[in-house]
Each structure stands twice: as structure tokens, then as C-alpha cells.
């Protein structure tokens, strides 16, 4: 009799595909370390240092006793209360404290509400190019992405007939995101207006992802879904947290604002998985939300910069085409031009043998199109030091010349 070992793992983690971002960044990382002068466009991250008083809040709060227990699953109630405070001074949507819960960064606060919205089976609408985690989050969930594409055309902005186009009665929630994460685009107030209209009408919940509401360029303007639809607060799930706008990645600390009922069954779910977020850094969560903008201020100016630097300097090679991001920190060009060329030696035939190239042979590190949705695309983190940034676009446009 034959006798067959059942894999290790869960059927639910094989199916579950590596960060590309993370991944592309640890391999950059490990060059690094071994020696190599790699230059990283990779990780979303900024390369300012948390603010001060953010710093002191948490030192302050790592001395105190207190601080060293267990505290309540949806956060410090002086950060839940701050959260409330700070959203409706952000982006005028008036919360009360218990419609929020304090996650272990943005990305849990999302799989929290993915958790807890989503049945086997719900289709969940999702616009591409999207961000990597949201698929495989959806996926945990049991849900079943419908991918709705956009290109630089369409300024990588999905439409209602698009959306309408893709409903179906199994049709649960729309994940929407402005400023974009990986293509920078900001959705005008009147389309994110008739989005969210649109979504009211037919019952499907909006997760809105608005970690990047601070980093808008131009004339571009954030607006918050359920703030110019209240219709739809009944069935919205914002999420947000300190990461992007205060460089605090590391910190580890986002939020949900949802229903109280939607609240409370994510905060059962979080209470099994992670209870509650480090005290330490809510206190300088708490510190960051209860702060003045100046600062953020001060890093948006810097971004701007080389933001434009950026583009002109991708517009300039032949065969890249990079429209010009209006929000997040991200360069989001087709290269459907260079595909065909030898770089480093070798033939590149697709934006992921392109970004293995140009990481191999000019030891700069960009995301490939592949993990977001969308081949022929590359993404570059513009949120690197100046020096770096030159730096490495000398490289990109000597080693595609
Ligand atoms: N949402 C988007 C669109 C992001 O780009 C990121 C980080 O890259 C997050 C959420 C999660 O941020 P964090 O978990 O660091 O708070």
C-alpha cells in the first residue's frame, strides 16, 4: 500500500505569493550587505527619520510601567480618541472613538476588514494596477478578486461603467486607493464622488485605503469617499495609519475606521490574532496624530522635487513613457518601449527580466509591473535621498541608452 504525505503547509498559505516588493528589496538589501553599491527604488519607504517628538513620546512611554502590559485590543483609548480627533481635522469625516480600531500597521488594519467582510466566495472589485497585498489578502479571506485594469490613458483611474460593467450579484466590496500605490494617480473629487455614489446605490462595501492622503502634488486634492458620499458610511471601511506620513514605517501602527459593529467583530478577530498594537508605539502614534503638519509639510516639498526630477529624467530615455504621478511617492512608467533591447548583455523581453538586468548589471533595484497587475511596467520609489536618486537614474538611462 502507497502511502501519500500530505504537504507541510496549508492549501491557504501555497497559495499565498511572496511580496515582489518585499522581495526584490531583500535581494537589494542583500547586495548591499555584501558589499555591492546598490541603489534601491524599491521599498515604499521614506528616507526621513520619524520626527523628533514622535521619537521622545516613545521613550517617554518605553520608561513607564504602565506601558509594559497588556493593553485593550482596539488601542490606547488617548489614541483612539486622537485618531477621531485627527480624521475629522484631515479629511472632515467626524468619527467617534469606538468606530476605530488600532492595527498592527495599515496592512493589518486591511486584512482585518478583508477578515471580516469577505466570505468564501464574494467577489471583491479591484482596480489595476493595485497594490500586491490586496489580492492575497482577498484570497486569505476567501474572496475572489475581479481585476478591473486602467492605463496611463485612462490616467490609471477606474470609471463607473467599468465598474457597473463588472458587477455581479456576488459582487461584496470595491477596494479603492488615492493617491495610488503603485501609480501615484489622485482621483478628482467629482469621480470619487460618483464612485462612491455609485457603490451606496448598489449596497457594496468600500475599503478605501488612505495612507497616502497626505502626499498629494499640485493640484491634485485627497478627498475621503465617505466624506463627499455619507451615504456610504454605513458601508465603509477606511483604512490609514502613521507609516507614509510620518516616516514611521517601522513603527508599525495603521487604523480602521468602520461601523461599530464592523469594529467590534474586527476587534474579536484581532484579539485572537495580535491583541493589541505595541504601547510603545501607539505612544508615538499618538504623538505623530496630535502633532502638527509642518513636518509633513516640510517631506511633501522634498518629494515634489524629486518627483519632477524623476519624471523628466525617465521621460528622457527612449522608450520609457512615465506620466507624471500626482500623489504617494511613486514613478509608475511603461516600458513597453525598451522591451527587445539588450541591457547588461542580455535580451529583455518583459518588465521582470528588464528589472533583473538593470538590478544585475547597473545594481539599481525597481519593482517589476508583474506583481501589481500590470507587465510592461516598472515602479521606482522616489522617496530616497537626493544623491541616490540622481544616482541611480544616471545609471537606469546610461545602462538604456
Ligand atoms: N496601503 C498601501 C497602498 C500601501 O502602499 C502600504 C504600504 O506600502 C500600506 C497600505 C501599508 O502600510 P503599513 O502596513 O506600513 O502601515
Not at 516588493?21 to 520619524?50: C, H, N, Q, W, Y
Not at 456576488?170 to 501615484?184: C, D, E, I, R, Y
Not at 528588464?354 to 547597473?362: I, R
Request: charged letters at 20%; a negative charge; glycine letters at 8%.
Amino acid at each position: 500500500m502507497t502511502t501519500t504525505t500530505p504537504p507541510a503547509t496549508s492549501a491557504r498559505v501555497r497559495a499565498i505569493t511572496e511580496s515582489v516588493t518585499l522581495a526584490i528589496t531583500a535581494k537589494a538589501k542583500a547586495l548591499r550587505a555584501a558589499g555591492e553599491d546598490v541603489i534601491g527604488f524599491g521599498a515604499g519607504e521614506p528616507d526621513f527619520a520619524t520626527p523628533p517628538h514622535v521619537v521622545a513620546a516613545a521613550q517617554a512611554a518605553a520608561a513607564d510601567p504602565a506601558m509594559h502590559r497588556y493593553s485593550p485590543t482596539p488601542g490606547l483609548p488617548a489614541l483612539r480618541e486622537a485618531i477621531a480627533r485627527k480624521t475629522e481635522r484631515d479629511s472632515g469625516l467626524v468619527v467617534s472613538p469606538d468606530e476605530v480600531l488600532v492595527a498592527n500597521g495599515g496592512k493589518q488594519a486591511l486584512c482585518n476588514a478583508f477578515l471580516a467582510l469577505i466570505d468564501p466566495g464574494d467577489e471583491v472589485l479591484l482596480p489595476a494596477p493595485y497594490w500586491v497585498t490586496y489580492p492575497e489578502q482577498i484570497a486569505l479571506a476567501g474572496g475572489r478578486t475581479v481585476v478591473l485594469p486602467t492605463d496611463a490613458a485612462s490616467g490609471f483611474r477606474v470609471t463607473v461603467e467599468q465598474l457597473e460593467a463588472a458587477r455581479t450579484p456576488a459582487t461584496k466590496a470595491l477596494v479603492f486607493v488615492s493617491p495610488s500605490n503603485p501609480t501615484g494617480a489622485v482621483y478628482p473629487p467629482e469621480e470619487v464622488e460618483a464612485i462612491g455614489r455609485w457603490a451606496a446605490e448598489h449596497g457594496i462595501w468600500v475599503v478605501t485605503d488612505e495612507i497616502y492622503e497626505h502626499l498629494v502634488y499640485g493640484d491634485a486634492r485627497h478627498v475621503s469617499m465617505p466624506v463627499v458620499v455619507p451615504e456610504l458610511r454605513e458601508r465603509c471601511v477606511v483604512a490609514n495609519g502613521v507609516a507614509k506620513t510620518y516616516a514611521m514605517t517601522g513603527w508599525r501602527v495603521g487604523w480602521t475606521i468602520a461601523p461599530v459593529e464592523v469594529t467590534k467583530a474586527m476587534t474579536r478577530l484581532q484579539s485572537h490574532t495580535t491583541s493589541n498594537v505595541s504601547n510603545v508605539a501607539q505612544a508615538a502614534a499618538l504623538a505623530a496624530v496630535e502633532g502638527p503638519l509642518d513636518e509633513v509639510a516640510a517631506m511633501r516639498e522634498t518629494y515634489d522635487r524629486r518627483r519632477r526630477l524623476t519624471t523628466e529624467r525617465l521621460n528622457a530615455i527612449e522608450g520609457i513613457v512615465c506620466p507624471e504621478p500626482q500623489g504617494a511617492f511613486y514613478a509608475f512608467p511603461s516600458v513597453e518601449g525598451v522591451l527587445g533591447r539588450t541591457v547588461g548583455g542580455r535580451t529583455v523581453t518583459s518588465s521582470l527580466e528588464l528589472c533583473e538586468a538593470l538590478l544585475d548589471t547597473a545594481k539599481v533595484a525597481l519593482v517589476p509591473g508583474e506583481g501589481f497587475g500590470a507587465p510592461g511596467y516598472v515602479r521606482l520609489s522616489y522617496a530616497l535621498g537626493d544623491d541616490d536618486l540622481a544616482r541611480g537614474l544616471d545609471r537606469i538611462a546610461e545602462a538604456l541608452a
